[in-house]
């Protein structure tokens, strides 16, 4: 296990983007949403950031492909538990690999006509993306690599650990 991005580095561009997210959206209805479970530890740090006014909702999805890839069959298994349509809705992801996911996930929500949509995605490995899926910011860009802890698992094992790391053997 190889650290790629310690605790510290995490703290820092969270602080960062949190400071710039509560400028942009002061007085407005906000809402984070996060896809569980990878990006729960993300969520949690992230809003405790954040200095203005804000919710928070979660919802799960499921994929199916192999265990290291989604596929593009993503369906919702647990739904936010509100009407969208008064919020500025900010999606909080642990990390953009193929795209698949958020790219199905903005898609639902913007059906729902929030009042505006952004992305936030903590890692971002564009080196594996199957469509054109962006990111509005990323807060690491990351190598072709596996990685785990901070929430993201490799057999729903290694969320525990407060950094990420590259996984190199099992
Ligand atoms: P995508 O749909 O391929 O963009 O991937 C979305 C999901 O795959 C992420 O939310 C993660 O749960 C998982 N995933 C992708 N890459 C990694 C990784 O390097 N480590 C752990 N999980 C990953
Ligand atoms: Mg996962």
């Known amino acids: 296990m190889e650290i790629l991005i ?8 969270i602080k960062r983007s949190a400071a710039a997210l509560s400028e942009r959206y002061s007085g407005a209805p906000l809402l984070f949403v996060s896809v569980l479970k990878g ?6 740090d992230y809003i405790r950031n954040v200095d203005i006014p804000c919710e928070a909702a979660f919802m799960a999805v499921s994929s199916y492909g192999d265990s290291t890839e989604s596929s593009g069959d993503v369906k919702i298994r ?18 953009t690999d193929t795209g698949r996911t958020l790219a199905k996930v903005v ?3 913007r059906d729902r ?11 971002d490995k564009p080196g594996r993306r199957v469509n054109d899926f962006v990111p509005d910011e ?22 525990n650990l407060p950094y990420i790391a590259v996984l190199t053997a099992q």
């Open 39 to 44: 990006a729960f530890i993300f969520m949690a």
């Open 138 to 159: 990323a807060l690491f860009t990351i190598p072709d690599l596996f990685v785990v802890g901070y929430g993201l698992d490799y057999a729903e094992k290694f969320r």
């Open 113 to 123: 006509h929030p009042l505006s949509l952004e992305v936030i995605s903590l890692l």
């Open 107 to 109: 898609d639902m929500l």
């Open 78 to 95: 647990l739904d936010i538990d509100r009407d969208i349509s008064q919020y500025h809705v900010v999606i909080l992801e642990d990390i």
């Open 6 to 13: 310690d605790e510290r580095t995490i703290a820092a561009q």
